[in-house]
C-alpha cells in the first residue's frame, strides 16, 4: 500500500514538474522571445530619443537662424562691403598717391599677416580659457609638430605670393575688370580638385566653367578698361591676376586636403600656416625691397586709407566664416555677383570706368556660371522595392 501510495506521489510528481516547469528546448523560446521583445522596446525607444534629439537640433538651428535676421544679412552686407571695398580701396591706394610715395605692397602684405596671426591667437585664446591652456597648445601645434609646420609652409607660400600679385594687378586693372576676371579662381580650383582630391563633376558644373572662361575671355578682349591704363600695364594685370587665380587654386584644394581626416582646430591650423606666413612676407621686403625700406622707412607712403586695406583684407577670413555660420553658400554667392555690379557701378561714377557692351555681356556670363557653378546637385535615390506583407496570419500560420 505504502510502495503503491509512494509510485503516485512519485507520478503525480513527475506529472506536476513537466506541467509547470517547461522543457529545456521550451525556456530557450521562451527567453528569445521575451529577449527579442526587450531588445524591439529598447530599439523603439532609442529611435524615439534620437528622433526626437535631432528635431531639437533642426529647431535650434532655424530658430538660430531665423531668430535674429540682422545676423544673417548684417554678415552678407560685410561680405560685399569687404569685396567691393577691399578691391576699389586697393585700387585707390594704388593709383592716386598723388606727389607722395607710393606705399610697398611687400610691407603692407607682412602687416596683414601680422594682424590675422594676432586676430587668430586672440580666438584661440578666449577658447582656450586660460593663458596657461592657450600657451600650452601653442607650442604643441608649433615647436612640437614639425611635419605639420613643413606642410603648411606650401599654402603659406602661395598665399604670400597671391597677396603681391593682387596688388599688382590692382596698380595695372580697374576695380570691375579686376573682381569678374579674378573669378578664374573657380576655374583653377576645380581643376585641382580633380587632380589631387580625385573629386568628380557634374555636367553642369563643367558646363559652369566653360561658360566662367569665355565670360573673362569676352572681358580681357573687351574695351572696358580706363583710358589712361596702356597695353602694357593691361597685360601685366592679367597676367598677375591669372597667376593669383592659379595660386589661390592650389593652395586652397592643399589646405583642404590637409584638412580632411584631421582633428585639429580652424583657428590652430591658421596659426600654423600664418607664422611661416610672417617670416616669407618678411623675407619677401628684404629681398624686393630692402634698399627702399632702408633709405625711406618701413611705412613709407601709408595712410589711414592703407591701414584700411590692411585691416580689412586681414579680418576678410573671419567675414567669410561668420556668412557661412549665419547665411549659406548660394547667399554667399549672390553676394559675391552683387559685389561685381556694386564695383562695376563705383567704377563707372568715381574712377571715370566705362564698360562696352563686350565687358557688360562678359561680366554677365561669370555671374552666371558662378551661380551655375555653387547651385547644389540633387542626389539621386534609389527607392528599394518593400516587400509587401499581409496584414493579418491566417490561421494555418
Not at 596683414?112 to 604643441?140: G, H, P, T
Not at 618678411?282 to 622707412?297: P, R, S, T
Request: with cysteine; net charge positive.
Amino acid at each position: 500500500m505504502n510502495s503503491n501510495n509512494s509510485k503516485d506521489v512519485e507520478n503525480c510528481g513527475a506529472t506536476s514538474v513537466e506541467t509547470l516547469l517547461p522543457s529545456h528546448e521550451n525556456e530557450s523560446k521562451a527567453f528569445s522571445v521575451v529577449k527579442k521583445r526587450a531588445s524591439s522596446t529598447k530599439k523603439t525607444n532609442n529611435d524615439t530619443e534620437t528622433g526626437k534629439i535631432k528635431r531639437l537640433r533642426r529647431k535650434k538651428l532655424r530658430s538660430e537662424k531665423d531668430k535674429d535676421p540682422f545676423i544673417k544679412y548684417g554678415s552678407l552686407s560685410l561680405l560685399v562691403a569687404q569685396m567691393v571695398g577691399l578691391v576699389l580701396l586697393m585700387r585707390y591706394t594704388r593709383t592716386s598717391n598723388g606727389s607722395g610715395d607710393l606705399y610697398l605692397s611687400s610691407t603692407a602684405v607682412f602687416c596683414m599677416e601680422v594682424i590675422k596671426f594676432i586676430i587668430c591667437n586672440a580666438v584661440l585664446l578666449v577658447q582656450s580659457d586660460n593663458v596657461r591652456l592657450y600657451l600650452a597648445e601653442f607650442i604643441n601645434y608649433t615647436w612640437n609638430s614639425p611635419v605639420d609646420m613643413a606642410k603648411l609652409c606650401v599654402p603659406s607660400f602661395l598665399y604670400t605670393v597671391q597677396n603681391n600679385l593682387l596688388y599688382l594687378a590692382l596698380t595695372n586693372l580697374d576695380a570691375a575688370t579686376y573682381q569678374v576676371c579674378y573669378q578664374l579662381k573657380i576655374l583653377t580650383t576645380a581643376i585641382f580638385s580633380v587632380v589631387l582630391l580625385k573629386r568628380q563633376f557634374s555636367k553642369t558644373k563643367w558646363m559652369a566653367l566653360v561658360i566662367l572662361t569665355i565670360g573673362v575671355s569676352v572681358v580681357n578682349l573687351s574695351k572696358g578698361v580706363e583710358e589712361t591704363t596702356n597695353t602694357d600695364s593691361h597685360f601685366l594685370g592679367m597676367l598677375a591676376v591669372f597667376c593669383a587665380s592659379c595660386t589661390s587654386g592650389f593652395s586652397g584644394v592643399y589646405f583642404e586636403k590637409i584638412l580632411k581626416g584631421s582633428t585639429i582646430n580652424l583657428w590652430i591650423r591658421n596659426i600654423q600656416m600664418g607664422l611661416p606666413s610672417i617670416f616669407l612676407a618678411l623675407g619677401a621686403i628684404y629681398v624686393n625691397d630692402y634698399a627702399i625700406v632702408k633709405e625711406k622707412g618701413f611705412f613709407v607712403g601709408y595712410s589711414p586709407s592703407v591701414w584700411a586695406v590692411v585691416i580689412i583684407q586681414a579680418v576678410g577670413g573671419l567675414i567669410v566664416a561668420l556668412v557661412v555660420k549665419y547665411a549659406d553658400n548660394v547667399l554667399k554667392v549672390f553676394a559675391t555677383s552683387f559685389s561685381i555690379i556694386l564695383s562695376c557701378i563705383i567704377s563707372a561714377v568715381f574712377f571715370d570706368f566705362r564698360p562696352s557692351l563686350n565687358f557688360v555681356f562678359g561680366s554677365s556670363l561669370v555671374m552666371i556660371s558662378t551661380i551655375m557653378y555653387s547651385k547644389p546637385e540633387k542626389r539621386i535615390r534609389r527607392k528599394l522595392k518593400k516587400p509587401i506583407l499581409p496584414t493579418k496570419l491566417s490561421s494555418s500560420g
